[in-house]
């Protein structure tokens, strides 16, 4: 220590020399056995310049240091622990810039010392053996050794007055840009730092969200801008930049994330342009089968049904000899008949439109050739919603009849609030993988859980956003 704070000198070598010098004079009197830990304990929570906020801790440590040695001693170094490790962190937690980056510095030493002083009464209050105390003893000394060594190179080289943020140029090139704002504010020491970049005559934050600036007084705005133009703002504690020689490094930094923060953001409006026109496809889609629905049952299958009736008209007239031929032009006409009415069920029934998702979903079960249990518990939706049900029973049931081999279906839909559950299950043999069913569901914003599991049956899970 007395070695350490030769070589430090100033104010941080005086408490070092101070704690050497205690040290030996536990040779002399019992009284001064831990005398050294006031000083060190002083040098560790106000290293290197001093830290008025932490003059109560100091004064806490001095009487510690002094009532242990006359009674209490394991006692009186717990609650020194306990103090040493509050007050270098609250030392922290109040400073900000180069006065933060210099508490985080000295809470290293503060965080060791509490340890090792913690560990030796420990040990005094729970072995009564000498090796053991003995041992604690050498720990303590060795630990003593390596504060001493740290904080003089600590002030020799001051590490917390060099422009960290410099190397954050080179690191933020390979960081995801939503670290930006932490790495700022840890190497600035200002952990309520904000980021926000300039785009489209506004702010967006990491994300890409958009973001205002503050109009609190208390904190400070600093630009960054590139080529005469704005490209960022930092929003923190008006001590933070204080050190001029931090402000370049800092803005080429902030340049850097504030090109990656406009990519982001243009990528994710680009995305959120595609979501637009993939559901602006499906409700053309689902619109033209509505279309298409309608021109069969009002074209198609009313001219087949003005057709069934003349062919039963001229069946009550004509001869013997012509009856067959007509029986079996109207079986093939009812044939065709039904293939047009599943036909036009599959594109849209018109009973989703009439009667509602109920209806329509009953309808599914009435032709499924695998029985079905539907429970419907929800009213008239948004005909985008209804469509998007109607499609994911339907295809879901296909799929069953095809490639399943169940012998029950369950089908249950349920509003909850603002969502609607679509919960489809069969007793197949599972292995299923619905792509283009989740791919409806996508792309209505909602959700689809599959559980497939082979030979165990098949069961679908969708959430969508009413």
């Given amino acids: 220590m007395i070695a350490c704070g030769a070589v430090a000198r100033g104010r941080a070598g ?56 006359a009674w209490l001693n394991d006692p009186a170094t717990i609650a020194l622990a306990v103090t ?35 560990i030796v009464a420990t040990v005094d209050l729970t072995s009564s053996t000498a090796g053991a105390h003995d041992t604690a003893l ?15 190179y600590g002030e020799l080289h001051r590490p917390w007055e060099r422009p960290v943020v410099t190397d954050l140029v080179v690191d933020l090139g390979e960081a995801r840009t939503a670290t930006v704002r932490d790495a700022l504010a840890q190497a600035l020491g200002d952990p309520t730092l904000e980021v926000a970049y300039r785009l489209d005559g506004g702010y967006v934050d990491a994300a890409g969200r958009p973001t205002t600036l503050p109009t609190n007084t208390t904190r400070h ?27 370049d490094a800092v803005a080429a930094a902030t340049r850097l994330a504030g090109a990656n923060a406009r990519l982001q953001a243009d990528v994710r409006a680009q995305v959120a342009e595609l979501e637009t026109s993939r559901r602006r ?7 033209e089968r509505r279309r ?25 007239t004509a001869g013997a000899a012509a009856t067959p031929a007509i ?35 009953a309808g599914l079960g009435e032709r499924s050739p695998v029985p079905v249990d539907a429970v419907v518990r929800a009213g008239r939706l948004p005909d985008r919603l209804e469509a998007t049900i109607f499609f994911v029973c339907s295809e879901a049931l296909a799929n069953v ?5 169940a012998s029950r279906v369950w089908v249950s839909i349920e509003e909850r609030g603002d969502v609607v559950t679509v919960e489809i299950r069969d007793d197949g043999r599972g292995g299923a993988e619905p792509r283009s069913i989740a791919d409806r569901v996508e792309a209505v914003g909602g959700t689809l859980r599959v559980d497939s599991p082979v030979g165990g049956g098949t069961r679908l899970h969708a959430e969508i956003p009413r």
């Avoid at 002399?28 to 906020?53: E, K």
């Avoid at 050498?138 to 003089?152: N, R």
């Avoid at 496809?281 to 619109?287: N, R």
């Avoid at 021109?295 to 001229?314: T, V």
Wanted: aromatic share 6%; glycine share 10%.
């Fill in 221 to 247: 705005v600093t630009r960054i801008e590139r080529d005469g133009e704005e490209v960022a703002v930092l929003v923190h504690d008006a001590a933070v930049l204080d050190d001029p020689g931090l402000v």
């Fill in 281 to 287: 496809l499906l409700e053309a889609g689902d619109a």
């Fill in 84 to 118: 040493l490790v509050v007050g270098g962190a609250w030392r922290v937690f109040r400073a900000v810039g180069q006065r933060r980056r210099e508490a985080r510095y000295a809470l290293r030493a503060v965080g060791v010392l509490a340890a090792v002083l913690a």
């Fill in 14 to 69: 005086l408490l070092l020399e101070a704690s050497g010098i205690a040290w030996f004079a536990g040779n002399f009197t019992s009284l001064a056995l831990v005398l050294h830990r006031g000083p060190l304990a002083h040098l560790v929570l106000t290293f290197p310049a001093g830290a008025p906020g932490a003059l109560p801790a100091v004064a806490f440590a001095y009487v510690t240091a002094a009532v242990g040695g």
């Fill in 401 to 405: 009849a095809k490639h399943a081999r």
């Fill in 327 to 361: 029986r079996q032009a109207e079986e093939q006409l009812a044939r065709t008949a039904m293939d047009l009415r599943q036909l036009a069920a599959g594109l849209l029934p018109h009973e989703l439109g009439e009667r509602g998702l109920a209806a329509a979903v």
């Fill in 292 to 316: 298409l629905e309608s021109r069969l049952r009002e074209g198609a299958a009313h001219r087949l049904a003005e057709l069934a009736g003349q062919l039963a008209r001229a069946r009550a």
């Fill in 138 to 152: 050498l720990a303590y000394q060795a630990t003593l050794c390596a504060i001493a060594i740290y904080l003089a």
